[in-house]
């Protein structure tokens, strides 16, 4: 079995590291700083050695070499851990799928747009005070009030998530109502809603409403920001590696050829002050002083010769 | 009398700088019009000897025909002169190692990687003032002997230029011709400590980045690792 799985291993975890590293390299994915692929991809191993489908037989032996990796890749490349169960590996039939948690919905959307510090939901129950507005096109929670008997009336009336920036102050609010919510659960493969439109009891969302509805909700205001993000946040990633590469390559060039050879100039100190002063002679006997006295001297020879004419 | 060393012009807008020993004054690069020179230069316009061009680039030379016009004779290499199409009897093609003469000046002009040909320049005097001047380089290949005054460029920061291009500020491509092309603030330093600065006066750090560079922070960290008045431009 050991082998068998070192098997695997190798055709699946290995080709997913080996494929992420040499697109790494080549600058065609990037990821946040804070997120290691290798890690991710150790924790997936570990995690998919524990699932089994619904025959319970090993995922890694009833699915398909092809299906495991591309579950793999997806989870990496979003940038997401299933330790921190940002993800869950769902096997159908031969198909591993990665699905992203709402853990991983938030930490993506919080990655996306720096300017997010948190994102909340709530539930709303039978009973609870509830008030909300539309604020230039934007539902906006006013008022909610709750109780501990109207938490206990374990019926829900709706859900609504906020997402707030660093300060707390609301940047985006979505809710939604128990009918939408429940439509939305319609298109779950799981599908827990009965025809008479009640949930059905032994279902994860019937046991646990309130965390599903928080769920939904959660993805829906967060979708958007995913969705119409412009990637930015792996580019900004992808700029900094770049960055600090180019800066590597330029810095080690530099090191290599600079400051090497010394240069210096011919010591040229005293031969042109000499040539200098001789040329000043030169000069000077044309224009300046030189020829001033000169002259002065012609002047008086002129001057001496004179009288004796 | 020592050197004197004045920026007129600083920077990718233009660069020129007026360096004189009392005997012989140069002016060190035409990247401004001779309108802009005449204003900023005044009455040391009429004292300039002669001017040496470094390289091609207009930054550094735009003003060189207005200069020559204004009988000025320029000295720089048969390729900026080619690039520039400047030609005349004002005009002197020098080659790098070959030392040459301008009144007290003996200048050695030297090669620096740039994406052009790019000369730096050793000026020595008779008074034994020696001025090592190189802008817009990669790098200097070289090291000197003995230099009174230092003057080279020091464009930016490894840092803040990272930080440009995170914040979408400048282009990574263009960053990337910036390392490659001027020197950072670390490579000046590196520059200093390979050289013998046991008879330094001055060093003036030339054409910094508006964006990219901070002038305090690269005077005080040049002043605290050479001990010397060190001169933004």
């Known amino acids: 079995m050991s082998n068998q799985l070192a098997e695997i291993k190798k055709n699946t975890v290995d080709v997913v590291t080996q494929k992420i590293k040499s697109l790494e390299s080549n600058g065609e994915i990037q990821f946040p700083p804070d997120y290691s692929p290798q890690n991710a991809l150790r924790s997936a191993w570990l995690q998919l050695q524990e699932i089994k489908t619904k025959d319970k037989k090993p995922v890694l032996e009833a699915c398909s070499k092809t299906s495991i990796m591309n579950a793999l890749f997806d989870m990496t490349v979003q940038g997401l851990n299933p330790a921190k169960n940002q993800v869950y590996f769902i096997p159908y039939g031969q198909q591993l799928t990665c699905m992203r948690s709402y853990h991983g919905t938030k930490a993506l959307a919080m990655r996306v747009d720096e300017d997010i510090g948190d994102i909340v939901a709530e539930v709303v129950w039978e009973g609870d005070e509830f008030e909300f507005e539309i604020d230039r096109g934007m539902k906006k929670v006013v008022r909610h009030k709750q109780t501990l008997e109207s938490i206990d009336s374990k019926s829900p009336k709706g859900a609504y998530c906020l997402v707030l920036d660093h300060k707390g102050n609301v940047k985006k609010s979505e809710i939604m109502t128990w009918e939408q919510i429940k439509s939305a659960w319609k298109k779950s493969i799981m599908n827990p809603i009965q025809e008479n439109g009640q949930i059905k009891s032994n279902s994860t969302h019937g046991e646990f409403t309130e965390e599903m509805c928080k769920r939904t909700v959660i993805n829906r205001a967060c979708k958007p920001i995913i969705n119409s993000s412009s990637d930015a946040h792996l580019f900004k990633a992808a700029n900094r590696s770049e960055q600090v590469q180019a800066e590597q390559e330029a810095e080690q060039v530099a090191e290599a050829n600079a400051n090497q050879e010394v240069i210096d100039v011919e010591p040229a100190e005293a031969e042109p002050q000499e040539q200098e002063s001789t040329e000043q002679d030169q000069v000077n006997e044309e224009t300046g002083e030189v020829q001033q006295e000169q002259s002065q001297k012609n002047e008086q020879a002129t001057g001496t010769e004179g009288p004796e004419f | ?233």
């Open chain 2, 1 to 233: 009398m020592s050197i004197e060393f004045t920026s007129l012009a600083s920077g990718s807008g233009g660069n020129a700088y007026i360096v004189s020993d009392g005997n012989t004054t140069l002016l060190l690069e035409a990247g401004i019009p001779i309108k802009k020179l005449k204003q900023r230069a005044g009455f040391m316009l009429s004292r300039i000897d002669a001017c040496l061009i470094s390289h091609s680039h207009n930054d550094h030379c735009c003003g060189s025909r207005g200069i020559m016009q204004a009988g000025i004779d320029i000295y720089t290499s048969r390729e900026t002169a080619e690039a520039k199409r400047l030609s005349g009897h004002r005009l002197h093609t020098i080659e790098p190692k070959q030392q040459f003469q301008i009144g007290s000046w003996t200048i050695l002009p030297f090669d620096v990687p740039h994406d052009v040909l790019n000369l730096g320049f050793l000026l020595a005097n008779r008074s034994r003032g020696k001025l090592l001047f190189a802008v817009d380089c990669f790098y200097v290949p070289y090291t000197f002997r003995g230099l009174t005054h230092i003057a080279v460029g020091c464009n930016h920061s490894r840092e803040l230029l990272r930080e440009s291009v995170e914040q979408g500020h400048i282009h990574p491509e263009l960053a990337n011709r910036i390392r490659k092309n001027h020197m950072s603030l670390s490579r000046v330093q590196d520059m200093l400590q390979a050289n013998d600065l046991s008879r330094i006066e001055e060093i003036h750090l030339l054409h910094l980045s508006n964006d990219n560079s901070d002038p305090d922070i690269f005077k005080n960290e040049t002043e605290k690792q050479t001990g010397t008045p060190v001169y933004i431009a």
